[in-house]
């Protein structure tokens, strides 16, 4: 079974950091484009980062650029996402996705596989 385990969210005040873990399960990242995604309340998915099969290509959302970063680590089968000057708008739930076929994109509908969602709340 596929799946993506996630971990890191939590709360944090603003300008603080925190790091968001994805992990895969039941299959090797290794040939696939990994996104991350966020949804705050009331409003749609986003995204905000991704990055291809061989780390080589990454892109970022207007909002992360600066002050996100993704990475990933094929021998963990782990994509990372580190979040830093986080601010209170960034508060949402953090998804990461699988693209299985095609290059890095910020669009959800390109992404199968899903994991969960961690909360991040930006909060003093």
């Known amino acids: 079974q596929l799946q993506l385990v996630q971990s890191g969210g939590g709360l944090v005040q603003p300008g603080g950091s925190l790091r968001l873990s994805c992990a895969a399960s039941g299959f090797t990242l290794d040939y696939y484009s990994i996104a991350w995604f966020r949804q705050a309340p009331g409003k749609e998915r986003e995204g905000v980062s991704c990055i291809s099969s061989s780390g080589g290509t990454t892109k970022y959302a207007d909002s992360a650029k600066g002050r996100f970063t993704i990475s990933r680590d094929n021998a963990k089968n782990t994509v990372y996402l580190q979040m830093d000057s986080l601010k209170p708008e960034d508060t949402a739930v953090y998804y990461c996705?699988?693209?299985?076929?095609?290059?890095?994109?910020?669009?959800?509908?390109?992404?199968?596989?899903w994991g969960r969602g961690t909360q991040v709340t930006v909060s003093s």
């Open positions: 996705a699988v693209r299985q076929i095609g290059a890095c994109l910020l669009s959800r509908t390109f992404y199968a596989v």
